[in-house]
């Protein structure tokens, strides 16, 4: 009776293994954690350092945790899956990273260390309004294709917005998700080299906005102020 037991055991531990496994997606040398929420390169694709995207000169940087390091302006090989229901990771995932501007100012600027691994190459950023905590409404939104490969680094995605006032103190987010015509996206969002601490962010994975708290993901906010 107590091998049939714990031969049960096994057989139950093995099938957990087995349905663990499926949640796991895998291309040339980059996966997800089990849960699909992270996303991992197992060594960096390549060692040339790809001509990095910039913020334009004479703005005014309102929040940037890149690394002056010129070798990890970000880190390479791990960060939060993005991804749509279509993608070989089989499920949506969205995160954004919170925000506040110490001055009041008009954001026209926003770049995101995000890197391709299958499917479309492209994901949707967008600087959204604080709601209870959560991010809210989008302000101002831009379509980032071409990413570099993920597991290179260091490529920051730089793009324009239309301008969107800030307040001083109040808190935005930046959101890096798919939509509809990139379902079947997988890409990721590098990790941060500056600020290694756990740190309040959000993640939607196809329900609502949900808060969690990890390293953050690179990215830069920048305008002129008022």
Not at 166 to 172: D, E, I, P, S
Request: glycine share 12%.
């Amino acid at each position: 009776m107590k091998n049939v037991v714990r031969g049960s055991v096994v057989c139950l531990a093995l099938l957990l293994i087995v349905n663990l496994s499926a949640l796991a997606a895998s291309k040339n040398g980059v996966s997800t954690s089990k849960d699909g929420s992270r996303t991992i390169a197992s060594k960096p694709v390549t060692q040339a350092v790809p001509s990095q995207k910039k913020m334009p000169a004479g703005l005014t940087i309102l929040y940037d945790n890149a690394s002056t390091y010129p070798l990890g302006v970000y880190w390479c090989c791990e960060g939060y899956t993005i991804s749509g229901t279509a993608s070989l990771v089989g499920a949506q995932f969205a995160d954004a990273m919170p925000f506040t501007p110490s001055v009041n100012a008009t954001v026209t600027h926003i770049g995101v260390a995000v890197g391709y691994v299958a499917g479309t190459n492209e994901v949707a950023v967008s600087l959204n309004a604080d709601s209870g905590g959560l991010p809210g409404n989008s302000l101002g939104s831009f379509n980032a294709s071409n990413l570099g490969t993920f597991g290179d680094c260091c490529q920051v995605e730089v793009s324009s917005i239309t301008g969107v006032p800030v307040t001083a103190g109040t808190q935005y987010w930046v959101v890096v998700q798919t939509t509809s015509p990139s379902s079947d996206t997988w890409a990721a969002w590098n990790d941060n080299d500056t600020n290694q601490t756990l740190q309040p962010f959000a993640f939607n994975d196809g329900g609502t906005w949900t808060a969690t708290e990890g390293v953050l993901g690179a990215f830069g906010v920048a305008g002129t102020t008022n």
